[in-house]
């Protein structure tokens, strides 16, 4: 062989090596989307738990364009409040999170702090008159109100929406939060176990443990959020780094909350079962804030209230020296991820902006069959071993078919009535009736609204024991 035609053959031997590394495929590109939830934070269902146990954040990932050949990679990590979760999120270990109105203005402190932000980019669930969070005492306890717990040692997760809603109550009542109470840190589990042993006075939580200890039998709901008359709200909040370079990421995420949010209205029933298998929290409970007329309202649009909550949050944090940095709300808020998403859905966010209607309880009650027309009269009960809950026009209904029931040898899962006042939906068995002569019944959480509202109307004020005796007596004496 020639030296010429050596020399060709190694350079066709070259071409083909180097043809042959170009024609290797390159290795895909894996993108990180980490998730902070709160499970046990059932307001946060839509924008975590049920996102995560449905697959729903898979099926609206992008996967064509600059996305065609990524690999995802979903982490997911729960915690029972908002502070640890921030702090992950700063550290970067985090990129999306679900939180209340206080602790979601500490998480964008927390971030200018360090140069960067993130940012408020929908909301899952708030009320509009602050209802959700609520303190408790021991079912033993003599305090009926917030007044009768001056000089007493009361237990709040420190940076909660709870403890901002304390703070706020304490404040209106012209009381020093440092002197004329004591203020002690502990998380709902520690909380609920100083409640048993009668180790605290009262308990300030937030959602759902003002219902779910209360419910669970050891302790007894004497205030309401809704009180206060400031807006609460839960939501969604990224690191506005994550989101710039991923926006098609955050919202196919959003896409996946609104998903979660159309299931849970179309049966409530059924997905407060699945609160309750993963969580523990009892599906009573959930079903009271994602029912039909529930505690809190789930809601993707980012109203005006919320930016009021938000702010709220931050002038209380300021004026009691909780933060010693200031947060520009309209800055901190952007709805350009949850509108687009909206969009992709076919869902007009306009028109659930202008909205402030509950999911609805409508039809005939189900023992009368007459209409179901004043919500703050409506009663429902949760019979055993049946997947709806019956609907009830009025408390006396209920109360009458709660007689019947029992002649049937039904078990009964839970009673629900509302405050007359603010309509927040109410454990039946926990609640004050006010009784007028003709036996009309109305339903209050504190003793003190029930007395008034009796004094107003001629009525008499009493409770659910001696509701359900008069009842028993009335069946048995019936032929």
Same mark, same amino acid.
């Given at each position: 062989?020639?030296?010429?035609?050596?020399?060709?053959?190694v350079?066709?031997?070259?071409?083909?090596?180097?043809?042959?590394?170009?024609?290797?495929?390159e290795?895909?590109?894996?993108?990180?989307?980490?998730i902070? *939830?709160?499970? *046990?934070?059932?307001n946060?269902? *839509?924008?975590?738990l049920?996102?995560?146990?449905?697959?729903?954040?898979e099926?609206?990932?992008?996967?064509?364009?600059?996305?065609?050949?990524?690999?995802?990679e979903?982490?997911?990590?729960?915690?029972?409040?908002?502070?640890?979760l921030?702090?992950?999120? !700063?550290?970067e270990?985090?990129d999306?999170?679900?939180m $209340?109105?206080?602790p979601? !203005? +500490?998480?964008?402190?927390?971030?200018?702090?360090q140069?960067?932000r993130?940012?408020?980019?929908?909301?899952?669930?708030?009320?509009?008159?602050?209802?959700?969070n609520?303190? !408790?005492?021991?079912?033993?306890?003599?305090?009926?109100?917030?007044?009768?717990?001056?000089?007493?040692?009361?237990?709040?997760?420190?940076?909660?929406?709870?403890?901002?809603?304390?703070?706020?109550?304490?404040?209106?009542?012209?009381?020093?939060?440092?002197?004329?109470v004591?203020?002690?840190?502990?998380?709902?589990?520690?909380?609920?176990?100083s409640?048993k042993a009668?180790?605290i006075?009262?308990?300030?939580?937030?959602?759902?443990f003002?219902?779910l200890?209360?419910?669970?039998?050891?302790?007894?709901k004497?205030?309401?959020?809704?009180?206060v008359?400031?807006?609460?709200?839960?939501?969604?909040?990224v690191?506005?780094?994550?989101?710039?370079?991923?926006p098609?990421?955050v919202v196919?995420?959003?896409?996946a909350?609104?998903?979660?949010d159309?299931?849970?209205?179309e049966?409530?029933?059924?997905?407060?079962?699945?609160?309750?298998?993963?969580?523990?929290v009892?599906?009573?409970?959930a079903?009271?804030?994602h029912?039909?007329?529930?505690?809190?309202?789930?809601?993707?649009t980012?109203?005006p209230?919320?930016?009021?909550a =938000?702010?709220?949050?931050?002038?209380? +944090?300021?004026?009691?020296?909780r933060?010693?940095?200031?947060?520009?709300?309209? $800055?901190? !808020?952007?709805d350009?991820?949850?509108?687009?998403?909206?969009?992709?859905?076919?869902?007009?966010?306009?028109?659930?902006l202008?909205?402030?209607?509950?999911?609805p309880?409508?039809?005939?009650?189900? =023992?009368?069959?007459?209409?179901?027309?004043?919500? *703050?009269?409506?009663?429902?009960?949760?019979?055993?071993?049946?997947p709806?809950?019956?609907?009830y026009?009025s408390p006396?209904t209920?109360?009458?078919?709660?007689?019947?029931l029992?002649?049937?040898?039904?078990?009964?899962r839970?009673v629900?009535?509302?405050?007359?006042?603010?309509?927040v939906?109410?454990?039946?068995?926990?609640?004050?009736?006010?009784r007028?002569?003709?036996g009309?019944?109305?339903?209050?959480?504190?003793?003190?609204?029930a007395?008034?509202?009796?004094?107003?109307?001629?009525?008499?004020?009493v409770?659910?024991?001696t509701?359900?005796?008069?009842?028993?007596? +009335?069946t048995?004496?019936?032929p």
């Amino acid at each position: 062989m020639t030296r010429a035609l050596r020399a060709l053959v190694v350079l066709t031997l070259l071409a083909a090596v180097v043809a042959g590394l170009s024609c290797k495929p390159e290795a895909k590109q894996t993108i990180r989307i980490a998730i902070g *939830t709160q499970d *046990t934070t059932i307001n946060c269902a *839509t924008g975590g738990l049920l996102i995560r146990e449905l697959e729903l954040l898979e099926k609206h990932l992008p996967r064509d364009g600059k996305y065609k050949d990524v690999t995802y990679e979903i982490e997911w990590k729960d915690f029972t409040s908002g502070p640890p979760l921030t702090t992950e999120m !700063v550290a970067e270990k985090l990129d999306i999170g679900a939180m $209340a109105d206080f602790p979601g !203005v +500490l998480n964008g402190v927390a971030f200018q702090k360090q140069g960067s932000r993130s940012r408020f980019i929908a909301t899952l669930s708030g009320s509009a008159l602050g209802s959700g969070n609520g303190i !408790v005492v021991p079912s033993g306890s003599p305090a009926q109100g917030l007044k009768d717990l001056r000089g007493k040692q009361i237990s709040v997760p420190f940076g909660s929406s709870a403890h901002g809603m304390l703070l706020r109550a304490i404040r209106d009542l012209g009381w020093d939060p440092d002197k004329d109470v004591t203020l002690v840190s502990q998380s709902p589990e520690v909380g609920g176990s100083s409640l048993k042993a009668n180790k605290i006075d009262a308990r300030a939580d937030f959602v759902p443990f003002a219902e779910l200890f209360p419910f669970r039998g050891f302790a007894r709901k004497i205030y309401d959020g809704s009180s206060v008359k400031v807006p609460t709200a839960h939501g969604v909040l990224v690191r506005e780094a994550y989101a710039e370079k991923y926006p098609e990421i955050v919202v196919a995420f959003l896409k996946a909350a609104l998903e979660a949010d159309r299931l849970f209205a179309e049966e409530p029933e059924k997905y407060s079962e699945l609160i309750e298998k993963v969580t523990g929290v009892d599906a009573e409970v959930a079903y009271m804030f994602h029912g039909p007329l529930g505690i809190q309202t789930r809601d993707f649009t980012i109203k005006p209230e919320v930016r009021r909550a =938000l702010q709220v949050a931050v002038d209380t +944090l300021t004026l009691l020296k909780r933060t010693d940095t200031t947060l520009d709300v309209g $800055a901190f !808020v952007d709805d350009r991820y949850i509108r687009r998403a909206a969009a992709e859905l076919g869902l007009d966010y306009e028109a659930r902006l202008a909205s402030y209607a509950k999911l609805p309880l409508s039809g005939k009650d189900a =023992l009368s069959g007459e209409p179901i027309a004043e919500p *703050t009269l409506v009663a429902q009960i949760w019979v055993a071993g049946e997947p709806k809950v019956r609907a009830y026009a009025s408390p006396g209904t209920a109360l009458a078919a709660l007689g019947q029931l029992a002649i049937e040898g039904k078990e009964i899962r839970a009673v629900f009535v509302h405050d007359r006042a603010s309509g927040v939906k109410l454990l039946a068995d926990r609640a004050w009736y006010a009784r007028r002569p003709d036996g009309g019944l109305s339903a209050f959480l504190a003793k003190e609204d029930a007395e008034r509202w009796a004094a107003e109307n001629g009525a008499a004020v009493v409770d659910f024991a001696t509701l359900r005796a008069e009842r028993a007596k +009335l069946t048995a004496a019936a032929p």
